[in-house]
Each structure stands twice: as structure tokens, then as C-alpha cells.
């Protein structure tokens, strides 16, 4: 066994303008020196499918590091260093089985196909506020949709989500580590806190109740002893900031793919199940969510072993263009054979709960 530290790894450049759009030379240079490891300032970069795939289920060894996050802002004791560490993302074991059964009924592929209708009320009422302005602006659209359909299924309004839109972009800022963002991230949490605490206190006031509505749901968990009051509260934040955030990034990405490639956008207004398709490709191609991992315990795999502390990241995007999986990889073909092969949403006790949803709300 070899320790990753005293590989000769290639090094990814990950805060360079240059990487940033397009990080393709780097990774093939990466893969010449590494089948499936690289360097980075953030720490090491799993580019191979295999291996990205494996680890994704490995949670005796690591698990989702967001407490470096915690200590860098200098959060630690506070509402916003609880939400961080306790979430059901970084929950292990019962817990983690506890709170996500609590919601798990409204992520189901049969639930995800009854609630499209809801999606496309919402479309249609977004676009209709564009209409009068005689042009469109698909940011800023992509920034108000997956939310909007997370409040549709929370059984919410949506309406005041877009005064609320700083404060959620300041949570996920402060992913970045840097100490300008301190000040909107405690602003914005004390935003989004209000919030969540004004929603769950007026619905719970008000006696009603919907087995439809995901809030009600998760209320009467909690009456029913299986989630606290502040899992509950955590529980209905991470569901707001998740739809703000992936969702709108991956629609983002492939409008972008699709209005370089009209003719597939075309057959997309024709051919929802192409849509479906295209979806999947995007997420292959240009997935856009790789997460950390926090080694806890030393370990190997495929002979280099790795020490408590060091830091992992599963670039899901990269795994995606593993020639040796995906025939071809730089090329957009919806059409491919394993297009739904990709490890976007994860493997393992933590896949992502919401996928079923994601992708429809993509497709529609």
C-alpha cells in the first residue's frame, strides 16, 4: 500500500478561470498520471467511475465533512454549526434512517408522476410573469422553479421565495470558504431561520392538515415522536435550500448544452420522453454536484490508503467521462446505451432522496 500523500498525482487547478471553463485538459493530463486520483487545494479529486461509485457507499471510512466549514467561519455553537453537523446529509445510522423515512413517501418515482401537474402550474405562472417584458431571463427563471415545485410539494406558497432569493444564494456561497461571505451567510440564515420558524408555527396554529402536503406530514412525524422539533425545522431547510440550488444549476446547464444543439432542443418541445433522455445525458455529461467526503477512519482502496482528515472529493462530473464506461464521453448523445449508468445522485444510505423529483421537474 501506497499513501495518497506520497503519490505523484496531478494537480487540478480548481479555483482557475481557466478550469473553471474547461476543466477537460486537466482532467485527461490527471488521468495519465492516475487512473482514478488527482490533487487539489480542497484535497483529492476521485475522477475514475469505479472508484467514485465505490466510495459513494463506503461510510464506515468517511463521511460528509462539513464541520471544517463550521470552524473556518468560526460558527461553532451556533443554530447555523448545529444545522451543518446534525442534518439529516451528514446523520449516520438510526438517525439518518429515522428522518429521511419521514419524508421519504413524497420523493417516490409514483409520487414524482402525480405531482407534475403542479410543476407545470408553476412553469406556466413563472412565464407568464415574463411575457409582458418581451424578453426572458433564464437565471433568474431557473432560480425561482425547483424551489417553487419544493414549496408545491411542502403543500407552501412560493410567495416569498423571491425576497428570500439572497438569503438562500448566501448559504450555498458560504460552500466556498471565504470570509466576505460571513456576514450575508449569517444574515441569510437568520432570514431563512424566521422563515421556517413563521411557517411551522402558523401551520401547526391552524389545525390543518393535508396527507398530501409534506409539511403536515413531518408535523404529525413529530407529534408522533419520530422527528424533534429541530429535525424538523432542519429537515424543511434542507429540503428549501436542496431545491434551490442542484435543481436550478443542472436546468441551467442543460439549456445551455441544448441551445448549443438546437436540433435536439427542438425535438425536446416534441418528444417528452426524449426529454428524459436528455436529462439523463446532461447528468452524465455535465453533472454539476460533487460532493466531500471527510476521512474518519484510515483506510485503502486499490492499494493507496488515505488518513483520518484528509478530505475526498467524488467528482460525480468527471466520473461521467470515463471513456472506459461511457464510449465517446465528450459527446452529448442522449441516445447512448447506458445513459442512465451516471452517479450523479450518489450511491449508497445516502443517494439522493430527491432524485425521482429532480429528474422530473428537469424533463418538464
Known amino acids: 500500500m501506497q499513501l495518497a500523500s506520497e503519490l505523484a498525482l496531478a494537480e487540478m487547478p480548481v479555483e482557475s478561470q481557466e478550469f473553471i471553463g474547461d476543466p477537460q485538459p486537466w482532467l485527461d493530463k490527471a488521468r495519465g498520471q492516475h487512473p482514478w486520483l488527482a490533487r487539489s487545494s480542497h484535497g483529492y479529486i476521485v475522477h475514475g467511475y469505479r472508484a467514485v461509485g465505490d466510495l459513494f457507499a463506503d ?70 410573469e415574463w411575457a409582458p417584458k418581451g424578453e426572458f431571463n433564464f437565471p433568474d427563471f431557473a432560480s425561482l422553479f425547483p424551489v417553487s415545485v419544493m414549496c408545491g410539494l411542502l403543500g407552501v406558497s412560493d410567495e416569498p421565495i423571491p425576497r428570500m432569493n439572497d438569503a438562500l444564494a448566501s448559504q450555498v456561497d458560504a460552500l466556498a470558504m471565504d470570509q ?8 441569510g440564515w437568520e432570514t431563512m431561520w424566521s422563515f421556517t420558524e413563521t411557517l411551522i408555527d402558523e401551520r401547526e396554529a391552524s389545525g390543518q392538515s393535508d396527507d398530501d402536503h409534506l ?24 429540503l428549501i435550500f436542496a431545491g434551490y440550488d442542484t435543481s436550478k444549476n443542472q436546468l441551467s446547464m ?16 416534441q418528444d417528452k420522453a426524449y426529454c428524459g433522455k436528455v436529462v439523463q445525458e446532461s447528468l ?81
Request: glycine residues 8%.
Open 254 to 269: 442543460i439549456v445551455k448544452l441544448l441551445i448549443e444543439r438546437p436540433e435536439m432542443y427542438k425535438r425536446c418541445g
Open 215 to 238: 409539511l403536515d406530514a413531518m408535523i404529525a412525524a413529530k407529534n408522533a415522536g419520530r422527528l424533534d422539533e429541530i429535525e424538523l425545522r432542519f429537515m424543511v431547510l434542507v
Open 284 to 364: 452524465r455529461h455535465s453533472g454539476i454536484a460533487p460532493p466531500y467526503r471527510a476521512v474518519v477512519e484510515e483506510f485503502e482502496y486499490e492499494g493507496v490508503g488515505f488518513r483520518k482528515g484528509e478530505m475526498l472529493i467524488l467528482a460525480t462530473p468527471f466520473a461521467g467521462r470515463d471513456a472506459s464506461v461511457f464510449p465517446d464521453p465528450l459527446e452529448f448523445d442522449p441516445e447512448r446505451e447506458n445513459v442512465s449508468r451516471h452517479v450523479s445522485f450518489g450511491r449508497g444510505p445516502h443517494m439522493c432522496l430527491g432524485q425521482y423529483i429532480a429528474r422530473a421537474l428537469l424533463e418538464e
Open 59 to 128: 461510510w464506515r471510512h468517511m463521511q460528509i465533512g462539513l464541520g471544517p466549514i463550521v470552524d473556518f467561519y468560526g460558527m461553532q455553537g451556533t443554530m447555523w454549526g448545529r444545522f451543518m453537523q446534525e442534518m439529516v446529509l451528514v446523520q449516520e445510522g438510526e438517525a439518518h434512517s429515522r428522518i429521511r423515512s419521514s419524508v421519504a413517501h413524497a420523493f417516490t418515482p409514483r409520487h414524482a408522476n402525480q405531482v407534475r401537474p403542479m410543476m407545470q402550474r408553476v412553469i406556466a405562472r413563472l412565464l407568464d
Open 180 to 187: 466576505a461571505y460571513k456576514e450575508p451567510l449569517l444574515k
